[in-house]
Nanobody, 134 residues
Framework: QVQLVESGGGSVQAGGSLRLSCAASAQIAGTYCMAWFRQAPGKEREGVALMNATGTTSYTYFNKDRFTVSLDNAKNTLYLEMNSLKPEDTAMYYC????????????????????????????WGQGTQVTVSS
């Protein structure tokens, strides 16, 4: 079992940047499939990016060139660097983990599965709010 705690959210203007953190209570590298999801008000939770246990990454098409996921092994912390933020990026951002490795689905498949993809992740953090103003 692993506990996940997100931080780093906040309010920024369009074009700005934020770095979200997900601190895990256990070793991530080589152990868990890790992912970032987000949920905007009135919308379903959707995938943003993932990192496989081997360190390979996968992004949804709408953020591939703006967001970067990375891992600090020593701190067992997953990051999501978000640049060129847009108002439509406003959402609660969640970190998720699952011990089934490699990750069951790529982000493209997760996007296609919709809410069904949430079942592929056993552990979730409480979320951190990101608000982007125009």
């Amino acid at each position: 079992q692993v506990q996940l705690v997100e931080s780093g959210g906040g309010s920024v203007q369009a074009g700005g940047s934020l770095r979200l953190s997900c601190a895990a209570s256990a070793q991530i590298a080589g152990t868990y499939c890790m992912a970032w999801f987000r949920q905007a008000p009135g919308k379903e939770r959707e995938g943003v990016a993932l990192m496989n246990a081997t360190g390979t990454t996968s992004y949804t098409y709408f953020n591939k060139d703006r967001f970067t996921v990375s891992l600090d092994n020593a701190k067992n912390t997953l990051y999501l660097e978000m640049n060129s933020l847009k108002p439509e990026d406003t959402a609660m951002y969640y970190c998720a983990a699952d011990p089934r490795i490699p990750c069951l689905s790529s982000m493209a498949t997760i996007q296609a599965l919709g809410v069904l993809a949430l079942n592929e992740y056993r552990y979730w953090g409480q979320g951190t709010q990101v608000t982007v103003s125009s």
